[in-house]
């Protein structure tokens, strides 16, 4: 990097200079199951993540985001593989490395809110100082506790008992106490998939105020792709015990690297085919529909195989009138409008598939009747997997 000493350093010099906070290298967790069969819960996972970055592991039910959390918390052991956290290695299978979840320095929220019933909410906050081994005062802990129910605005709620609360307000409580040691690193376990909704989504917002504020990294599981979607620097798509791709939620969105990523963020459409040409990394798909064109974005492809053209929504054009100047169309016919405030849903029936996309409230679109739909080749991606 050139510049000179009066520069400032943009985060990603600053975060150049030291060690990813955490770093994990093949790991695997293999379970038995009592019929007997052996599941790869993490299948040779490898990833990083950089001080104050905030990851999020997104994937369906029983693709392995526990696990993997778990193993880094070290509360799970695993088969194979390395983890160092802030550049120490906590855990290395051929090294025979295993440093207790104690000595981590790890905090971690998890779904249930796991609060002690009989503690009230500033004991329950105070818990892990206690146990911090850091021998602090009565009044310091006091403080401690004061300022964490203020950063998750709770300050009133200090003397409540857990069952005198709300779902929402026990979360917060779980959150303060994983914050109040200060840790550089959080575990999030689905925290906010048991608070309703709207409450989920304000919950959403202020966690990252306050991740912001402190600057810890955060990894966090989750399989709501919207909250994915709203929390992540980077977000690692999971399948099956493996990281399908791991990028922003903006290229994780716009070039996905195969059709599981791509159905996993967002909707998406898919139209199959053959390559019939290729210029640089645009394709040139044979499909039931016509000719359409896309950008290659996951593996290579070459003509002559079988894949698929993948579009959003919101990337098509449907029009009643055929419109001829648009090179990519086709027909389809128009299933049902569904009324969203900002755009009408139009679903459709290409050639005997299903689609979605989306039209202005004012298109004089009706249910029943063939519409045209037309693919801007930029936006349209080509996926072999
Ligand atoms: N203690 C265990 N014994 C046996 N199998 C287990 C154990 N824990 C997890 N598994 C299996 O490992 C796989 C991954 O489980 P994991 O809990 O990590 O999934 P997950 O992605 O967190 O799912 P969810 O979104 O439902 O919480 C699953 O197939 C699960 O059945
Ligand atoms: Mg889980």
Redesign the pocket.
């Known amino acids: 990097m050139s510049g000179t000493a009066t520069e400032a350093a943009s985060p990603a010099e600053v975060s150049a200079g030291r060690a990813p906070i955490v770093q994990v290298k093949g790991l695997s967790k293999r379970?038995?199951?009592e019929s007997g069969a052996i599941?790869a819960?993490v299948d040779d996972i490898s990833l990083e993540v950089a001080a104050g970055e905030f990851v999020v592991l997104l994937?369906?039910?029983?693709?392995?985001?526990?696990?993997?959390l778990r193993m880094l918390a070290g509360l799970e052991v695993p088969d194979g593989g390395s983890i160092a956290i802030r550049g120490r290695t906590v855990y290395d299978a051929a090294a025979k490395v295993s440093v207790p979840t104690e000595r981590r320095s790890i905090s971690m929220v998890f779904q249930s809110y796991a609060l002690w019933p009989h503690m009230t909410v500033a004991q329950n906050i105070a818990y892990p100082l206690n146990r911090s081994g850091k021998r602090l005062g009565k009044a310091e802990i006091a403080r401690q506790v004061e300022r964490v129910l203020e950063l998750v605005r709770i300050p009133d709620l200090a003397q409540q008992y857990p069952n005198q609360m709300s779902g929402g307000q026990q979360q917060r409580v779980a959150l303060a106490r994983a914050l109040v040691s200060g840790s550089d690193l959080v575990l999030f376990d689905?925290p906010l998939s048991n608070v309703d909704a709207q409450v989920r989504e304000r919950l959403r917002y202020e966690l990252l105020d306050i991740q912001r504020e402190l600057g810890f990294a955060a990894v966090y599981?989750t399989?709501d792709q919207s909250e994915a979607m709203g929390l992540a620097n980077r977000i690692a798509v999971m399948g099956a015990g493996r990281i399908r791709q791991i990028a922003s939620p903006r290229e994780t969105y716009e070039n996905p690297v195969s059709r599981y990523v791509a159905n996993f963020v967002g909707v998406s459409n898919e139209e199959p085919g053959t390559v019939v040409s290729l210029d640089g990394d645009v394709a040139t798909l044979h499909t039931a529909t016509g000719e359409l064109q896309g950008r290659v974005t996951g593996g290579a492809v070459a003509v002559g195989d079988e894949a698929t053209l993948v579009w959003r929504p919101e990337h098509a054009t449907v029009s009643v009138q055929e419109p001829t100047d648009a090179r990519f169309r086709f027909p389809a016919r128009v299933e049902a409008l569904l009324f969203e405030g900002a755009h009408n849903e139009v679903v459709l029936d290409v050639g005997g598939r299903r689609a979605r996309a989306w039209a202005h409230v004012t298109a004089a679109l009706d249910a029943g009747s063939t519409v045209w739909v037309a693919l801007n080749p930029a936006y349209a991606r080509v996926l072999k997997d």
């Not at 994937?59 to 993997?68: A, E, M």
């Open positions: 379970f038995k199951r599941t819960a994937g369906p039910s029983g693709c392995g985001k526990t696990t993997l689905e599981v399989h």
